[in-house]
């Protein structure tokens, strides 16, 4: 074991896949000579040359039509988007070419392409730079939809979603950055297609995703001192949905609080609700609730940018109404 | 170094005159068989055009795109590729399917959306994609495809294929957003694509002067320094020695080429629109006279390669052609239900393996798979 943090776990499992695949490219806005907005491409330049870590004119639906080009041409691009909130630049690419033309083409043409996109708020970077959009994402038949939440995930994703003969949208959390934690030498491969149980409990589901992970897990501590046992899933995958690891946690539990850092009207917390609602309905014990971030623009103050997104608080309050306290 | 042809409005590369005669000095030197398949190809997708939107007229087909007067912008460069060349073209090219000898049959099904079309049912008419032929799907948003090329043609490089990507868009096409960010892409990374706008002077019902406020498309390549060539569309072999000498300079390292096609819309948009509504008359009847086929035809006559009684038994074979073509897809069945579930992903996720038992339960077959 060492200690890495996210952005070295996303970093490693770049260089590991350009080592491994030539095919492997990155492109992006600043990835090259700045390493990338976030610093997570550092050194992959000097390591893999200017033909393979490409600093690309400034346009989201340029640099993103042009990795679905270079995926029908053969190789594997990872793009890096520098948030989420500028991906609607390239969304027309996204979800009318890259999400739609395995389909649309009757199977001739499959675009393997992996978009890495920072995600959600913290970091006083305001409305446009915080916003949490993965539900959109998730609406979209074609696409798999990724956010790792752990070192372990960030680390182990990339190569699984480099495989996937059609698009992934990976999800890194800003917030999530600088998070530090224990990597095996040689991490193992991640499963992309479940969901993960983070911290097992008898007396409430909490569902969440991302960024809000932490603090879930640490509103299931604060839970624990009140004498709540939370369990704490990890969605992992945001499309397709897992519904089984959902359905068996709540057959457990009885009550279920989603945690969402997104809009709460028309988010995945709805879905999220509605799955369970569908499929849950007679193992539910009392109403679902929701923690999702005020419905306004995530402002750039730093305590109006507290009030507005998911709190540790607010968390436990919801856990607690479902168990009639 | 970049060059351009086409600063003004006078400034056009034509080789092949409407009379028939050609420039000796840019006659790009095609063999009788290079012409006479050209012509061929031509005179089939004008037929195949006429056939099909009779048949959007009779209710068999939804809808249709005809190209009809704008051959040569599709095929002169169909000849001037080689055969795994990298299209990704706009939905006025189905003359390059025809040179490159995707099936009528093929063609048609695909506008029936019948179990024969290769895109299953799933795709408008005319929106046609064929992988052996290395032919993206045509994307209906305008523009998208200029910047996906200019990827593709990245790839083409990155790999060492001396291939080299085309791609396609109208004169609207060039206000998109995925124009500006396809040729700017293209010259700064010197990808092997060659860009051709076709400007045939209306984007539906809006003329060119609402498109841009530049003379010629060409001046655009200027600004991203690119070569740019204006190009009479309607001479086959000025389309086709454009993007053969586009091709050289692709496949040499020495980046994209910009070539406008100027050409004139015969037909309305589609089968959606009645072009006497919006746009003169009498200009529709200038362009006649320079008609492309009709050029090709008087330069093959005068060549000792054509005349009255091939010209009838060329026009026979074609219309016998797509006659059967038809004929024939009027007898296939539609596509399998359950297959409109297939192709979201390469593997089927859980909740679409579930609607498709839930349709086959309901059909009272088995369980998938």
């Excluded at chain 1, 913290?122 to 990724?146: F, I, K, M």
Aim: glycine residues 8%; aromatic residues 6%; proline residues 6%.
């Amino acid at each position: 074991m060492r200690e890495v943090t996210y952005r070295e776990a996303v970093r490693e499992a770049m260089r590991e896949a350009m080592r491994a695949d030539e095919r492997v490219l990155l492109l992006g806005e600043d990835v090259g000579r700045y390493g990338g907005a976030f610093g997570v491409s550092k050194g992959l330049l000097e390591e893999f040359g200017e033909e393979r870590v490409r600093d690309t004119p400034l346009s989201e639906s340029g640099f993103v039509g042009a990795g679905i080009g270079a995926a029908l041409g053969g190789l594997r691009p990872i793009v890096e988007v520098m948030t989420v909130n500028f991906s609607l630049l390239a969304l027309d690419q996204i979800v009318n070419t890259a999400a739609l033309l395995r389909h649309m083409s009757g199977d001739q043409f499959g675009v393997p392409l992996v978009l890495r996109m920072t995600t959600g708020a913290g970091r006083q970077l305001a409305a446009q730079h915080s916003h949490s959009l993965e539900g959109w994402y998730a609406h979209v038949p074609g696409l798999r939809v990724l956010a790792p939440a752990t070192i372990e995930d960030a680390r182990g994703m990339l190569a699984p979603a480099l495989a996937d003969p059609d698009p992934v949208v990976l999800f890194e959390h800003a917030g999530l950055y600088n998070l530090k934690g224990p990597l095996p030498e040689a991490p193992a491969p991640v499963d992309i297609a479940r969901a993960a149980v983070r911290r097992p409990g008898r007396d409430v589901t909490l569902v969440t995703y991302g960024g809000s992970l932490g603090k879930a897990l640490e509103a299931a501590a604060a839970l624990a001192e009140l004498g709540v046992d939370a369990e704490v899933i990890d969605l992992r995958v945001l499309r397709p949905l897992d519904d089984a690891t959902l359905l068996a946690s709540v057959a457990r539990t009885h009550r279920a609080v989603i945690v969402d850092e997104g809009w709460r009207t028309g988010s995945l917390a709805g879905e999220v609700a509605a799955r369970l609602g569908e499929q849950a309905f007679y193992d539910l014990d009392a109403p679902i609730e929701r923690v999702c971030s005020a419905e306004v623009p995530i402002p750039y103050a730093r305590h109006l940018e507290l009030a507005a997104l998911p709190r540790v608080e607010g968390i436990v309050a919801a856990a607690l109404r479902t168990l009639g306290r | 170094m970049t060059t351009t042809v086409g600063l003004d409005k006078d400034d056009l590369l034509t080789i092949l005159a409407p009379d028939g005669t050609v420039d000796p000095e840019l006659d790009p030197g095609l063999d009788g068989a290079q012409c006479l398949r050209m012509y061929e190809a031509m005179v089939q997708t004008r037929v195949m055009d006429e056939r099909l939107m009779n048949l959007q007229r009779q209710g068999r087909i939804f809808f249709y795109l005809a190209s009809t007067g704008q051959e040569a912008c599709s095929i002169g460069p169909a000849a001037a590729l080689t055969p795994d060349d990298w299209w990704v073209p706009g939905y006025r090219q189905p003359g390059a399917f025809v040179y490159r000898e995707v099936p009528l049959k093929l063609l048609v099904a695909q506008c029936y959306g019948n179990a024969w079309d290769v895109t299953k049912g799933r795709q408008m008419p005319v929106h046609y994609a064929f992988r052996e032929q290395n032919m993206v799907s045509i994307s209906s948003p305008i523009g998208t495809q200029v910047i996906q090329a200019a990827g593709v043609a990245m790839a083409m490089k990155r790999r060492g294929h001396a291939k080299v990507a085309i791609t396609y868009i109208g004169d609207g096409g060039t206000s998109s957003n995925d124009f500006h960010a396809g040729m700017n892409f293209a010259a700064v990374d010197k990808a092997p694509v060659i860009v051709i706008c076709e400007n045939n002077g209306w984007a539906i019902s809006v003329p060119t002067p609402r498109q841009t406020a530049s003379e010629t498309f060409v001046q655009k390549a200027v600004a991203y320094g690119m070569t740019g060539v204006r190009v009479d569309g309607n001479d086959v072999f000025a389309t086709y020695k454009a993007v053969r000498d586009a091709r050289e300079r692709a496949v040499r390292g020495e980046g994209p080429t910009f070539l406008e096609f100027v050409t004139y819309r015969l037909a309305g948009h589609s089968s959606s629109d009645d072009p006497k509504r919006y746009r003169p008359e009498a200009e529709c009847e200038a362009w006649r006279a320079k008609d492309p086929i009709e050029r090709l035809r008087l330069y093959l006559e005068a060549r000792g390669l054509w005349d009255a009684a091939r010209e009838e038994a060329l026009l026979e074979r074609c219309r016998k052609a797509i006659n059967e073509a038809v004929n024939d897809n009027e007898r296939v069945p539609r596509p399998e239900l359950i297959s409109m579930f297939e192709d979201v992903w390469a593997e089927l996720p859980p909740d679409l393996a579930a609607a498709l038992d839930e349709e086959r339960q309901a059909r009272g077959e088995g369980r998938f798979p």
